[in-house]
Nanobody, 125 residues
Framework: QVQLVESGGGLVQAGGSLRLSCATS????????MAWFRQAPGKEREFVAA????????SYANFVKGRFTISREAAENTMYLQMDSLKPEDTAIYYC??????????????????WGQGTQVTVSS
């Protein structure tokens, strides 16, 4: 089993920054692919960013490129999402996920099999 716990969400004004954290435990390690997704009210969940377990294996959705940065701290078993220049349309519940059978590469969205409970991010205009 794998457990993921997100934190760091909150209310911020447009143009501000937040840093989300995702702490992992259980049967996973720093080589497993991990990702951030988000779901806004009335919308489907969408991909935000992924880290395939190596520094050269990182991917971002177009709408966050240049504003968000994904990173991982292996020693802490934690993944981060630094979010800068936030916009009201970034308002959503943000979820972290791990692909327990993917190591060193970014898998298909459908391969993420463990999920956190989510953390709310609200950006006011």
């Amino acid at each position: 089993q794998v457990q993921l716990v997100e934190s760091g969400g909150g209310l911020v004004q447009a143009g501000g920054s937040l840093r989300l954290s995702c702490a992992t435990s259980g049967r996973t390690d720093s080589r497993n692919a991990m990702a951030w997704f988000r779901q806004a009210p009335g919308k489907e969940r969408e991909f935000v960013a992924a880290h395939g377990g190596s520094r050269t294996s990182i991917s971002y959705a177009n709408f966050v490129k240049g504003r968000f940065t994904i990173s991982r701290e292996a020693a802490e078993n934690t993944m981060y999402l630094q979010m800068d220049s936030l916009k009201p349309e970034d308002t959503a519940i943000y979820y972290c996920a791990v692909a327990s059978r993917a190591w060193g590469f970014i898998p298909s969205t459908h391969d993420y099999d463990y999920w956190g409970q989510g953390t709310q991010v609200t950006v006011s205009s």
